[in-house]
């Protein structure tokens, strides 16, 4: 990104944490059409960072035998810009949450930790060396454009995370889907969102971001094809466009979202 003013509560980079990391940069290259750029981190090794559309905005982790040995599944970890990582673990421990990763310094990265809500959705509060501007208004295919908490407990969850991002929250009712919760940010922008996870999903609740894509249905046909797994088949929103939940090899979830048909 470009140098900019801060800009607070907004998702700008995502890792996938996995058990295999071939598979797992393979499904997602092959499907979104991503390549990699290797930034060699010296005695941690080198770090698989996802290219798309010009920038990068994530990379490939593999799961510490620590975590494997404690049942931690792969997944995807979102991370939300904060003025002050510190003061924000610190306000997540003040309203239940609890520590996963201390604040650590990346050089010349920035900060970051990893908390978790009283009911389990980890996320990363980061606070980068040198701050990006706003970035592209529309994303593009092949980029991150949406963020949704699937909440076993909304009411409490929604105050958590806004407390700790300084988002509001927006009700709107989706008729026969129900309320949707919009995060919102201090200069109104949209940061993310919220949905009541299904009790049959089991499980604690979980941050799901979104790859924006041309056309969800063709997207979801290739998943099975390359060892993944349709959670949730192409289904549209109205006024919003059509999306579907997959897995890849491991079993890692991301969310997929095109134009409605």
Known sequence: MSEGHPVLGKFVWHDLLTTDLDKSIAFHLDLFGWTIEEWDMGPGGTYKMIHAAGENHGGFAALSPEQTAQGVPPHWMSHCTVADVDAAVARSEKLGGTTQVP???????????????PQGATISLYKPAAWGGEGA????????????????????EGKFHAEVFGWKIVPVDMGPMGTYRLFKR??????????????????????????????TDDRAQRVPQLGGKVWVQPMDIPNVGRFAVIADPTGAMLGILGPST
């Open 103 to 117: 604040a650590t310094d990346i050089p010349t990265v920035g900060r970051y930790a990893v908390i978790a809500d």
């Open 137 to 156: 208004a529309q994303p593009a295919p092949g980029t991150f454009c949406w963020h949704e908490l699937l909440a076993v407990d909304p009411e409490e």
């Open 186 to 215: 201090d200069d109104d922008k949209d940061a993310g969102g919220m949905l009541q996870k299904p009790a049959e999903s089991g499980g604690p609740s979980a941050w799901l971001p979104y790859v924006a894509v041309e056309n």
